[in-house]
Nanobody
C-alpha cells in the first residue's frame, strides 16, 4: 500500500519562500505521477502542480505558474514543491497525491493521498 507523508509546511511572510516535501513508500515510486493539491478553509481542493514519473513533464495551475516549482528525486522516493513569492492567498493545507496514470489536474485521477501539511502566508 502506498503511503505519502508531507513535511515542511509552516508560517511564512508574504513574498518569502517555502519548500514542502512528500515522502513516498510502499510501491515503486518511479512508476507514479505525483502531484500537489491544496485546500483553503471553506474552499474546494484545487490542483497546484504535477510531475511525470521520470520528471520530464510538469504541469502547473495558472495561479502558481512562475512562482512554484515541482520536482522529484526518484532515488530518495520524494517529491518537492518549492514555493517562491508566496501570497496570502496561497494559505492552505497542501496535499501530496500519487497516480498510476499520466499527468492530470483532476483530483479523481489520483489514487493515493497524504494527510497534508499546513502552509500559512501572513501579509
Amino acid at each position: 500500500q502506498v503511503q505519502l507523508v508531507e513535511s515542511g509546511g509552516g508560517l511564512v511572510q508574504a513574498g518569502r519562500s517555502l519548500s514542502v516535501s512528500c515522502a513516498f513508500s510502499g510501491r515503486t515510486f518511479s512508476r507514479y505521477t505525483m502531484a500537489w493539491f491544496r485546500q483553503a478553509p471553506g474552499k474546494e481542493r484545487e490542483f497546484v502542480a504535477a510531475i511525470s514519473w521520470a520528471g520530464s513533464n510538469t504541469d502547473y495551475a495558472d495561479s502558481v505558474k512562475g512562482r512554484f516549482t515541482i520536482s522529484r528525486d526518484n532515488a530518495k522516493n520524494t517529491v518537492y514543491l518549492q514555493m517562491n513569492s508566496l501570497k496570502p492567498e496561497d494559505t492552505a493545507v497542501y496535499y501530496c497525491a500519487a497516480s498510476t496514470v499520466i499527468l492530470s489536474p483532476r483530483a479523481t485521477a489520483y489514487n493515493y493521498w497524504g494527510q497534508g501539511t499546513q502552509v500559512t502566508v501572513s501579509s
